[in-house]
């Protein structure tokens, strides 16, 4: 169960876009395409943005912009947001499922909106 | 609307024991598996376990294993963490957070501070 890697810091401008990146091992990322990202706040709780990255379709709770968007390519997942905003700084966590009802999540990437 | 409120988290000596609890409202708690989710001061979040909706099933991380125990109860639409064994790693904020489908965490608690210190 180790955790997946991300970036630990990312930062674009107002309106760029972002892309950050989520890596396991064949037998969570790359079997499952159970991977979620959550949202998270200084201070605030986790909140989920994308869950299950299989299809090539995007699948977001209601109320997350379609600026967020995510895939996963073997052992690498993604999570691209697009048009950034201020609101968009905080950090990032994925999270896999990884085989016999445990999960693990990603170390967590801080994005600064510049 | 759709809450979970955790409490019982506190300052506890190495080796002791401590139970969370977690309250769930506006939702049908029958229908849902229930995860813990902890995150250390400064630090990334970690999963801790899962209990399925009617409680016949158990699993968890483990660095929790052997020494936490999940638990629920369905006519009181709560969720339990026992901890036993505590030691100083076990210092972080535990959320309760609601099982969705496609194995995420749609809705999460407030959490709950627990504190490992002599």
């Known amino acids: 169960q180790s955790a997946l890697t991300q970036p630990r810091s990312m930062s674009g401008s107002p309106g760029q876009s972002v892309t950050i990146s989520c890596t396991g091992i064949r037998s969570d990322v790359g079997k499952y395409n159970y991977v979620s990202w959550y949202q998270q706040h200084p201070g605030k709780v986790p909140r989920l943005m994308i869950y299950?990255?299989?299809?090539?379709?995007?699948k977001r709770p209601s109320g997350v912009p379609e600026r967020f968007s995510a895939s996963k390519s073997d052992n690498t997942a993604s999570l691209t947001i697009s048009g950034l905003q201020a609101d968009d700084e905080a950090d990032y966590y994925c999270c896999s499922y990884a085989g016999a009802y445990t999960w693990v999540f990603g170390g967590g990437t801080r994005l600064t909106v510049l | 609307q759709v809450q979970l409120v955790e409490s019982g988290g506190g300052v506890v000596q190495p080796g002791r024991s401590l139970r969370l609890s977690c309250a769930v409202s506006g939702f049908n708690f029958n229908n849902y598996g229930m995860q813990w989710v902890r995150q250390g001061p400064g630090k990334g979040l970690e999963w801790v376990a899962v209990?399925?909706?009617?409680?016949?099933?158990?699993f968890y991380a483990d660095s929790v294993k052997g020494r936490f125990t999940i638990s629920r109860d369905n006519s009181k639409n709560m969720v339990y963490l026992e901890m036993n064994s505590l030691r100083a790693e076990d210092t972080a904020v535990y959320y309760c957070?609601?099982?969705?489908?496609?194995?995420?965490?749609?809705?999460w608690g407030q959490g709950t501070t627990v504190t490992v210190s002599s």
């Open positions: 209990i399925w909706y009617d409680g016949s099933k158990k």
């Open positions: 299950d990255v299989s299809s090539g379709v995007t």
């Open positions: 957070a609601r099982d969705y489908p496609n194995n995420a965490m749609d809705v």
